[in-house]
Each structure stands twice: as structure tokens, then as C-alpha cells.
Nanobody, 124 residues
Framework: QVQLVESGGGLVQAGGSLRLSCAAS????????MGWFRQATGKEREFVAG????????GYADSVKGRFTISRDNAKNTMYLQMNSLKPEDTAVYYC?????????????????WGQGTQVTVSS
């Protein structure tokens, strides 16, 4: 079983930056595809970014391209999301997810493990 814990969320002004971390425990996720999703109040959860097990394949939602960067450190069993140029519309609970598949996926149903989420609030 894999446990995922997100950290790094908080309140930031528009234009600011945050770095989210997702620490895995229970077993190694080195060969798992991983992703970040977010859910704003009253909206459905949506894909933000994904990374394959090796980091060779990465994908982003159009809304965050050029502003967010996903990365992972398999030695630390941790994934990151660097978020720059934040906008009020980025306000949401951010979740990390891990898939037993080796690639990243944009569909929530492709992920087997989820964290509890961390709140990101961007003020205007």
C-alpha cells in the first residue's frame, strides 16, 4: 500500500510562487506514474500535470503550461510541483496521485493512490 502526503500549500498573492511536495511512503513509487490534480470549490477535479516513472515524459494542462513545473526525485520517493506566476483561478485543493502504470495519465481513474490534498489560495 502507498500513502501520499502533500505539503507546501498556502496563501500567496497573485504573481507569487509556491512549491508543492508529495511524499510517498509504504513502498517505493519509483516505477509509478504520478500526477497532480486540483479541485476548486464547486468544480470537478481536474488534471494539472503528470510525470512518468523516469521523468522522461511530462504533460501539463493548457491552463498551467509555462507557469508550473512538475518533477520527481525517486531517491526521495517524492514528487514536486513548482508553481510560478500564480493567478486567483489557480485557487484549489491540490492532490497528488500515483499510478501503478509507468506513464502519466490525465484521467483520475488511472490512478491507484491519492493524497489528502493541500489548499492553495491565490489572492488578487
Amino acid at each position: 500500500q502507498v500513502q501520499l502526503v502533500e505539503s507546501g500549500g498556502g496563501l500567496v498573492q497573485a504573481g507569487g510562487s509556491l512549491r508543492l511536495s508529495c511524499a510517498a511512503s509504504g513502498r517505493t513509487v519509483s516505477f509509478y506514474g504520478m500526477g497532480w490534480f486540483r479541485q476548486a470549490t464547486g468544480k470537478e477535479r481536474e488534471f494539472v500535470a503528470g510525470i512518468s516513472w523516469s521523468g522522461a515524459n511530462i504533460g501539463y494542462a493548457d491552463s498551467v503550461k509555462g507557469r508550473f513545473t512538475i518533477s520527481r526525485d525517486n531517491a526521495k520517493n517524492t514528487m514536486y510541483l513548482q508553481m510560478n506566476s500564480l493567478k486567483p483561478e489557480d485557487t484549489a485543493v491540490y492532490y497528488c496521485a500515483a499510478s501503478r502504470g509507468s506513464h502519466y495519465y490525465t484521467s483520475q481513474s488511472s490512478y491507484d493512490y491519492w493524497g489528502q490534498g493541500t489548499q492553495v489560495t491565490v489572492s488578487s
